[in-house]
C-alpha cells in the first residue's frame, strides 16, 4: 500500500470529525416520505422514486438532481455477503437482506465535486483544507481523491446522500449471486477494471466512465479497481458474526472505516468484491475516492 497523506491540519478538522464520526445513526437523507403521489413517478423497476429523482435518458439510469449524479437501482432483498476462500474477516458468508436503494453508476468525480462548492484548491487567506491534486494534476471526469472519509462525507451529505454501508457496497458490486467480481467469475481484463497491470495505471486514474464490460448486475462501473471507495461502517474484523442480519452497519466503536474495491496502482487480487480493507477516516491517499447511495422511497427488504 502506497503512502496515506495524512492531514496535516487535522486539528481544522476536529470539529468536523467530532460531529460526524461520532455515528449513532446513518445520517439523514433528503429522501422523502411516500406522498399520495408517488405512484406517479414511478422507477425502471416500477418503484416509487424519492423526490429529486428522474428517469435518466438511458434505460435503468437516474439522475439524482442534487449533484446530477446518474444512479442505478440495486432491488431489495438477500444476497450471499462474505467469502468462505477469503481472509477470515469475510467469514462467516451470511445471507444479508437490505432494503432497496439507489447507487452512483460512477465514482464521484473532480466535476461533481467541484461543483458542490466544497474546496479542491487552496484559497488565499483560507485554511480551509481541500483535496489535493494527484501528480498527474485534476481532471474533472477521473475520480476525486485523496478525499478522506470525512469529507467524503460532507459531499454526500450536501448532495443529499450518504455513503454505501459495507452490506450495500458488497451487493452493488457482486449482485445476489456470491459472484467474485462485478462481471461475474471471469479473471479481470483491461477492459472490466483498472488496476496496477493495466496500462493507464502507469500514469493516472482511468475516467469513472470506463470499463464497461466491468459492470455490476445493476449496471455501476469501476466498484472494482480505478479509485478504492469509502464505505460508511467502522471497521469490525467479527463484523459478520455480530452484526444484523438485516441492512447491517456498524456506526461506532472502532477507530478505522472500510473502503471496498480495490484501486488503479494494487494488485489484481485487491480488486475482489468481497475484500474488505480499512483506514483512518482523516486518511486520504491518491488512490481513494469514494461514491454515494440514496434510500429507496418504500421498497422494503422482508425477511
Ligand atoms: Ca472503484
Same mark, same amino acid.
Given at each position: 500500500?502506497?503512502?496515506?497523506?495524512?492531514?496535516?491540519?487535522?486539528?481544522?478538522?476536529?470539529?468536523?470529525?467530532?460531529?460526524?464520526?461520532?455515528?449513532?445513526?446513518?445520517?439523514?437523507?433528503?429522501?422523502?416520505?411516500?406522498?399520495?403521489?408517488?405512484?406517479?413517478?414511478?422507477?425502471?423497476?416500477?418503484?416509487?422514486?424519492?423526490?429529486?429523482?428522474?428517469?435518466?435518458?438511458?434505460?435503468?439510469?437516474?439522475?439524482?438532481?442534487?449533484?446530477?449524479?446518474?444512479?442505478?437501482?440495486? =432491488?431489495?432483498?438477500?444476497? +450471499?455477503?462474505?467469502?468462505?476462500? #477469503?481472509?477470515? &474477516?469475510?467469514? %462467516? $458468508?451470511?445471507? *444479508?437482506?437490505?432494503?432497496?436503494?439507489?447507487?452512483?453508476?460512477?465514482?464521484?468525480?473532480?466535476?461533481?465535486?467541484?461543483?458542490?462548492?466544497?474546496?479542491?484548491?487552496?484559497?488565499?487567506? =483560507?485554511?480551509?483544507?481541500? +483535496?489535493?491534486?494527484?501528480?498527474? #494534476?485534476?481532471? &474533472?471526469?477521473? %475520480? $476525486?481523491?485523496? *478525499?478522506?472519509?470525512?469529507?467524503?462525507?460532507?459531499?454526500?451529505?450536501?448532495?443529499?446522500?450518504?455513503?454505501?454501508?459495507?452490506?450495500?457496497?458488497?451487493?452493488?458490486?457482486?449482485?445476489?449471486?456470491?459472484?467474485?467480481? +462485478?462481471?461475474?467469475?471471469?479473471?479481470?481484463?483491461?477492459?472490466?477494471?483498472?488496476?496496477?497491470?493495466?496500462?493507464?495505471?502507469?500514469?493516472?486514474?482511468?475516467?469513472?466512465?470506463?470499463?464497461?464490460?466491468?459492470?455490476?448486475?445493476?449496471?455501476?462501473?469501476?466498484?472494482?479497481?480505478?479509485?478504492?471507495?469509502?464505505?460508511?461502517?467502522?471497521?469490525?474484523?467479527?463484523?459478520?458474526?455480530?452484526?444484523?442480519?438485516?441492512?447491517?452497519?456498524?456506526?461506532?466503536?472502532?477507530?478505522?472505516?472500510?473502503?471496498?474495491?480495490?484501486?488503479?496502482?494494487?494488485?489484481?487480487?485487491?480488486?475482489?468484491?468481497?475484500?474488505?480493507?480499512?483506514?483512518?477516516?482523516?486518511?486520504?491517499?491518491?488512490?481513494?475516492?469514494?461514491?454515494?447511495?440514496?434510500?429507496?422511497?418504500?421498497?422494503?427488504?422482508?425477511?
Amino acid at each position: 500500500m502506497r503512502r496515506t497523506d495524512r492531514d496535516a491540519r487535522r486539528g481544522v478538522h476536529l470539529l468536523l470529525i467530532t460531529c460526524l464520526a461520532a455515528g449513532s445513526a446513518l445520517p439523514a437523507t433528503a429522501v422523502p416520505a411516500l406522498g399520495a403521489d408517488a405512484g406517479d413517478r414511478l422507477g425502471w423497476h416500477d418503484e416509487p422514486m424519492p423526490d429529486g429523482l428522474e428517469r435518466a435518458e438511458a434505460e435503468g439510469e437516474y439522475r439524482w438532481t442534487k449533484d446530477g449524479a446518474v444512479m442505478v437501482w440495486v =432491488s431489495p432483498g438477500a444476497f +450471499p455477503m462474505g467469502s468462505e476462500t #477469503g481472509p477470515a &474477516d469475510e467469514r %462467516p $458468508v451470511r445471507e *444479508v437482506w437490505l432494503d432497496g436503494f439507489y447507487v452512483d453508476k460512477h465514482e464521484v468525480s473532480w466535476a461533481l465535486w467541484k461543483a458542490s462548492g466544497l474546496p479542491w484548491a487552496p484559497e488565499p487567506g =483560507s485554511r480551509m483544507p481541500y +483535496p489535493k491534486a494527484p501528480d498527474w #494534476g485534476i481532471r &474533472d471526469d477521473e %475520480p $476525486v481523491v485523496n *478525499v478522506s472519509w470525512t469529507w467524503a462525507r460532507e459531499y454526500a451529505e450536501w448532495a443529499g446522500k450518504r455513503l454505501p454501508t459495507e452490506a450495500e457496497w458488497e451487493k452493488a458490486a457482486r449482485g445476489t449471486d456470491g459472484r467474485t467480481w +462485478p462481471w461475474g467469475e471471469e479473471p479481470p481484463s483491461f477492459e472490466r477494471a483498472v488496476w496496477r497491470d493495466h496500462p493507464v495505471a502507469k500514469k493516472s486514474l482511468a475516467t469513472v466512465d470506463c470499463c464497461a464490460a466491468g459492470a455490476s448486475p445493476w449496471g455501476a462501473l469501476n466498484l472494482a479497481g480505478n479509485a478504492y471507495e469509502w464505505c460508511e461502517d467502522v471497521y469490525d474484523s467479527r463484523a459478520y458474526s455480530t452484526l444484523p442480519e438485516r441492512n447491517p452497519v456498524k456506526l461506532d466503536g472502532g477507530r478505522y472505516r472500510v473502503l471496498r474495491g480495490g484501486a488503479f496502482l494494487l494488485e489484481v487480487e485487491d480488486l475482489r468484491s468481497a475484500l474488505r480493507y480499512r483506514l483512518y477516516p482523516e486518511d486520504r491517499a491518491d488512490y481513494i475516492g469514494f461514491r454515494t447511495v440514496l434510500p429507496g422511497v418504500t421498497a422494503t427488504a422482508e425477511p
